[in-house]
């Protein structure tokens, strides 16, 4: 005859509970941390993202102008002249904001986004010929603690002579 054995448990044991119960406030304590973390990366890398766009904006901007202009001429380090079929665009900085002036019309209007500041803005001629006039130009956005510099150069096209 087999004797039955009465020792047999069934639950938990208060050790397995009270593991699971350490093991359960680590997680709750350090996943809003890390929660947070990511929010915050997150917003850093949004805000970056912003300077980025208005950067490429500003330097595509400029260099089709320059492209599709028949004159180019620096008016001084930081002012830039573009003529195009008579009628004459002015790209200057002023109070930390880039501006197209058209000098027919007399219309300034910002290149930028609100909240974006640029610096350190360089126009210089880099031009191997008087008939097409390179340009190079270079500057930073600031957006408070954040910064992105952009620097490209940009000539006049070839424009195809009338026969």
Do not use: C
Request: charged share 20%; net charge negative.
């Amino acid at each position: 005859m087999k004797l039955k054995d009465n020792n047999t448990t069934k639950g938990f044991s208060l050790i397995g509970l009270l593991v699971y119960t350490v093991l359960a406030a680590i997680v709750l304590l350090i996943l809003p941390q890390f929660i947070s973390q990511v929010l915050s990366f997150r917003v850093q890398s949004q805000q970056f993202q912003v300077l980025d766009r208005a950067g490429f904006h500003i330097l595509q901007q400029i260099t089709q102008k320059i492209r599709y202009s028949d004159d180019v001429d620096i008016i001084s380090g930081d002012q830039l002249r573009v003529e195009k079929s008579g009628s004459g665009e002015v790209i200057f900085v002023q109070d930390s904001v880039l501006y197209l002036e058209d000098e027919g019309t007399g219309v300034i209007e910002s290149f930028m986004p609100s909240g974006v500041y640029i610096s350190d803005y360089l126009l210089e001629d880099v031009s191997f010929s008087n008939e097409y006039p390179s340009v190079r130009i270079a500057f930073t956005l600031r957006d408070g603690s954040r910064w992105r510099t952009f620097a490209t150069a940009a000539s006049r096209r070839l424009q195809e002579k009338a026969k």
